[in-house]
């Protein structure tokens, strides 16, 4: 027998991967996480949404924005895309998940550069503990502390339990009308014409996996994350330095690949993709050289690279 497992479109987009300075080939940190129909957007650097332009996105899909720290890489940007937004006649909410700072920051900017067509609902990531940020019928976010200069939250994208669907050739098969299709889906056996018992699990399609992805950026090397994020699919670490520098991210509280590699060790994840690369290094294939000496599945990312989960 065939069954047909239908998947929702899950995946990342590197929108940015730079740190400190955009360059001509690498912008400041922003991704695009697709989910079904919605678009995540996980920190907005300068030029954030030239960056969704050049790829495609479409504006008015993008309902939630979570900053993860306010170091102007990560969120420079943000003026210029919620003021587009509005000069595109937005109306619908938009919400925004960050420390409450952010707010403080915006107000002052939109009370003078001049209201914004929509409404922006803030949540406030201030108080630096793990917990579910945004619960959708498919998808939940939860935020957890990274370690770095000034708060700084990772994010982490997991799918829901789905409800599981009756195999369409099973309900050709046996003609099931909606009363029947009802009694399947709460777990009842069917009695057919002849009056034999169908056991209910013939009908059912296989359960889909859960997937999942975290992002963690910026952070010095903290092992308290892993708890967080075990298992996930996909893990996006920040990769500032070669190990050479460690000193150097000791000191600014960010990653080398190694350790970068060594939490997607520990979390057990199937593959890691790095990036807030220093612009010291022209070519980040050295940090992915480094990192792939202690996990085997690791990519540094570029600009436009999109990850399926
Ligand atoms: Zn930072």
């Known amino acids: 027998m065939f069954f047909i497992i239908l998947y929702m479109d899950f995946k990342v ?39 969704l332009r050049r790829m495609n996105f479409s504006f008015p899909k993008i309902n939630h924005i979570f900053i993860s720290h306010l170091h102007g890489d990560h969120y420079y940007g943000i ?12 109306k619908q909410d938009l919400h925004l998940y960050a420390h409450s700072n952010l707010k403080e920051i915006l107000d002052v900017n939109f ?18 503990k793990e917990r579910k940020i945004l619960d959708l019928k498919h998808i ?42 009802r009694s399947i889906k709460m777990g009842n056996d069917y009695i057919d014409s002849d009056n034999k018992v169908v056991a209910n699990e013939r009908f059912m399609l ?33 990769a500032t330095f070669i190990e050479k520098d460690k000193a150097r ?20 994840t199937k593959k890691l993709i790095i990036g807030h690369f220093s612009s010291r290094y022209p070519n980040p294939k050295i940090l992915e050289k480094e990192a792939l000496t202690v996990f085997a599945n690791t990519q540094a990312v570029n600009d436009g690279d999109v990850f399926e989960i």
């Not at 001509?24 to 920190?43: G, K, P, Y």
């Not at 550069?113 to 108080?127: A, P, Q, R, T």
């Not at 000191?251 to 060594?262: I, L, R, V």
């Open 13 to 51: 987009t590197i929108l940015g991967s730079n740190s400190a300075l955009p360059t001509n080939l690498r912008s400041t940190t922003a991704q695009a996480v697709q989910h079904n129909n919605e678009i995540f957007l996980i920190d907005c650097g300068e030029g954030t949404q030239l960056q």
């Open 79 to 90: 003026f210029g895309l919620l003021t587009s937004f509005s000069l595109m006649g937005r």
């Open 111 to 128: 009370k003078y550069s001049g209201e914004l067509s929509y409404k922006i609902i803030f949540h406030n990531l201030s108080n630096h």
């Open 140 to 181: 939940e976010v939860y935020s957890f502390p990274l370690k770095h200069r000034i708060q700084t939250c990772g994010f982490l994208f997991k799918e829901k339990d789905k409800e599981r669907n009756i195999n369409p050739q099973m309900i050709r098969l046996y003609e099931l009308t909606h009363t029947d299709v």
């Open 206 to 238: 296989p359960e889909k996996p859960k997937r999942s992805y975290a992002f963690c950026s910026d952070t010095a090397y903290f092992e308290k994350m892993v708890d967080t994020i075990k298992g996930v699919d996909l893990l996006y670490h920040e």
């Open 249 to 268: 991210a000791k000191e600014t509280f960010h990653s080398t690949a190694m350790q970068a590699a060594k939490i997607a060790e520990l979390t057990e």
